[in-house]
């Protein structure tokens, strides 16, 4: 069965740093993986997701993500943290039957201290 | 831009009342779900739907049942609210194409059961 999870609740960096938030996947063929943010009392907005053959993947508000097949793991990455970037972050990966269903890990606080 | 809105931002409901929550979409998409969102458990998908009249049980669909008469309009209904149904409830949708179409969701419905 396709799982992700996110081992850390929360991460905690200063403003300006690089930050990482972790992702690891388990799926039987391809992996088609996502992640969301959801900011205070709001539903979950796009990111980014991750296609087959590109291993660095950009997405929206300067976040990427680091695709690595062989640590079958999906880190969410931005070079310098903004504190408005203070919010719950989601990896998911797809369902390996049809409909497009996803399967969320945990989530993850980030916090972005100034 | 695709838009997906809920009916409520916040519903206060009595135990054993039925509750109905709905959801449109704006972007003629074939899949809408329905997640429960707590914390430390991330996104639970209650139910989907594929096509108007179409639909099956996702990960947690006790106590809950749902509608889908209209392509752009996806209902949850909780037939007898109990406490433990306090939640946030997220709504979503999504194209029936390639394998890594993106789910777009509301904004969320909180749900608090007395």
């Known amino acids: 069965a396709q799982s992700v999870a996110q081992p850390e609740d929360q991460v905690n960096v200063a403003e300006g740093n690089p930050l990482t938030v972790k992702c690891t996947y388990s799926?039987?063929?391809?992996?088609?993986l996502f992640w969301y943010v959801q900011y205070p009392n709001r539903g979950l907005q796009f990111l980014l997701k991750?296609?087959?053959?590109?291993?660095l993947v950009k997405g929206s508000y300067g976040f990427e993500a680091e695709f690595n097949k062989s640590q079958t793991s999906f880190h969410l990455k931005k070079p310098s943290a903004l504190v408005s970037d203070s919010a719950l972050y989601f990896c998911?990966?797809?369902?390996?039957?049809?409909?497009?269903?996803?399967?969320f890990g945990a989530g993850t606080r980030l916090a972005v201290h100034p | 831009d695709v838009k997906v809105t809920q009916s409520s931002r916040y519903l206060v409901k009595r135990t054993g009342e039925k509750v109905f929550l709905e959801c449109v979409q704006d972007?003629?998409?074939?899949?809408m779900f329905w997640y429960r969102q707590d914390p430390g458990l991330g996104l639970r998908l209650i139910y989907f739907?594929?096509?108007?009249?179409?639909?099956e049980k996702g990960d947690i669909p006790e106590g809950y049942s749902v509608s889908r008469e209209k392509k752009e309009r996806f209902s949850l209904i909780l037939e007898s609210a109990s406490t433990n149904q306090t939640s946030m409830y997220l709504c979503?949708?999504?194209?029936?194409?390639?394998?890594?179409?993106?789910?777009?969701f509301g904004p969320g419905t909180r749900l608090l059961v007395l």
């Open positions: 998911a990966v797809r369902d390996g039957g049809g409909y497009n269903k996803l399967i």
């Open positions: 799926v039987s063929g391809n992996p088609y």
């Open positions: 991750y296609i087959t053959g590109d291993n």
């Open positions: 739907s594929y096509d108007v009249k179409m639909k």
């Open positions: 979503a949708s999504s194209s029936l194409g390639h394998k890594n179409e993106t789910q777009y």
């Open positions: 972007m003629d998409h074939e899949n």
